[in-house]
Structure formats: structure tokens, C-alpha cells
């Protein structure tokens, strides 16, 4: 059973400092890794996605991927409370579904 | 267009009701899905449509229906359904091995 185990939180860190996000995955042959956001009552709304080893920079956001480590990252700098939400990382292997973690719940404080 | 669009946003049925829930797409994606997702729960695959054939049940009830008119439309047939299947309903889509776009969901309700 292939599974993406997530701390559930809430994380919560003051505004201005770097929320990080942390995710395992057990599928040694997964290859796409995904991190989605989702608003209390809304959709989830994919922010980042990453392929290969290393990190991926985006705005505020940066994705990390260690895959000897089987861990996928997200670290948010500056962090806004608009950034208060859920974060789930999906992880895909040789099919196109992604097994997608209970996700973190992230609250940034004024 | 990069929007996957879900009607109704809101839905309240009865457990003797007919209702569809419906979703569209205009981005090329050639694989389109639908989730179900509960309160605090991650989302939980439900359907897939990979060019317009069903490839993925995940052992659904038979209460819900997939269908897939087209490449740009998908749609989820409900009957007879029960208070547990209250949830937001999640249509998606994607193409080859990028994330998903999900759409704005339906909220359902079932009385």
C-alpha cells in the first residue's frame, strides 16, 4: 500500500517567518510530487510540483525532493496570513494517481 | 481557459432524489476525474476517465454514476442516496503526469 504520511498540526508560526512543511512517501518509484493548498470550505489548488532531486523555487514558495530520503518539502518564506490553509502533498508513481497525504494544517499569526 | 468548472456548487437531496452533478473543462486534458472529499479528510478517488473511457473505479456504491459525454465534460449521476454521502464532490483534471486542477467542488447534502 503505497502511503504519503504528513503532520497533521496545525503548524503555526508568526507572520514574516518561514513556515516548513514536511512530507514522506513509501513508493520507492514514485516520480511526481505534488503540493496543493487548500482554503478551509474550498478546493484544493495545486501550487507546486516537482520531478527530480533538489530544490524548485517559486515566489515565496520552495519545494525540496530527496528521494534517497523518500521526503518532499515546501517551505514558504515570509509567510502571509493569507497563507493560513491546508497543505496536502500528493505523490504519483508509474500511473498518474497521486496518493495524496491527510495534509498539514498551517495557521500564520499576525 | 484553465478552469475546471463544477455545477451545482450547492446541492440538497433527498435520499429518493435524482440529481447530477456536472463538470467541464477546456484546457485539452485528456484525463478527468472525481473525488469525494470529507470534512478534514484528504480527498478520496472515486472515478477516472482517461480519454473518455471509465479506467478507474474505485469501488464505488452504485448509487453513483459516471458518465463522460465528451473530452470537456464529465458527469456524476446520484440516486438514492444516504446522509453519509454528504460531502464536498471534487471534479478534476490533468494531463500526463502534471498535478491536478481540481474544480470549485459541490457541496452536497443529503436529507
Known amino acids: 500500500q503505497k502511503e504519503v504520511e504528513q503532520n497533521s498540526g496545525p503548524l503555526s508560526v508568526p507572520e514574516g517567518a518561514i513556515a516548513s512543511l514536511n512530507c514522506t512517501y513509501s513508493?520507492?518509484?514514485?516520480?511526481?510530487f505534488f503540493w496543493y493548498r487548500q482554503y478551509s470550505g474550498k478546493s484544493p489548488e495545486l501550487i507546486m510540483s516537482?520531478?527530480?532531486?533538489g530544490d524548485k523555487e517559486d515566489g515565496r514558495f520552495t519545494a525540496q525532493l530527496n528521494k534517497a530520503s523518500q521526503y518532499v518539502s515546501l517551505l514558504i518564506r515570509d509567510s502571509q496570513p493569507s497563507d493560513s490553509a491546508t497543505y496536502l502533498c500528493?505523490?504519483?508513481?508509474?500511473?498518474?494517481?497521486?496518493?495524496f497525504g491527510r495534509g498539514t494544517s498551517l495557521i500564520v499569526h499576525p | 481557459d484553465t478552469e475546471v468548472t463544477q455545477t451545482p456548487k450547492h446541492l440538497v437531496m433527498g435520499m429518493t432524489n435524482k440529481k447530477s452533478l456536472k463538470c467541464e473543462q477546456h484546457?485539452?486534458?485528456?484525463?478527468m476525474y472525481w473525488y469525494k472529499q470529507k470534512a478534514k479528510k484528504p480527498p478520496e478517488l472515486m472515478f477516472v476517465?482517461?480519454?473518455?473511457?471509465?479506467?478507474i473505479n474505485e469501488s464505488v456504491p452504485s448509487r453513483f454514476s459516471p458518465e463522460c459525454p465528451n473530452s470537456s465534460l464529465l458527469n456524476l449521476h446520484l440516486h438514492a442516496l444516504q446522509p453519509e454521502d454528504s460531502a464536498l464532490y471534487l471534479c478534476?483534471?490533468?494531463?500526463?503526469?502534471?498535478?491536478?486542477?481540481f474544480g470549485s467542488g459541490t457541496r452536497l447534502t443529503v436529507v
Open positions: 500528493a505523490v504519483s508513481g508509474g500511473s498518474y494517481i497521486p496518493t
Open positions: 513508493d520507492r518509484v514514485s516520480q511526481s
Open positions: 516537482i520531478y527530480s532531486n
Open positions: 478534476a483534471s490533468s494531463q500526463a503526469l502534471e498535478g491536478y486542477t
Open positions: 476517465y482517461s480519454y473518455e473511457k471509465l479506467s
Open positions: 484546457m485539452g486534458h485528456r484525463a
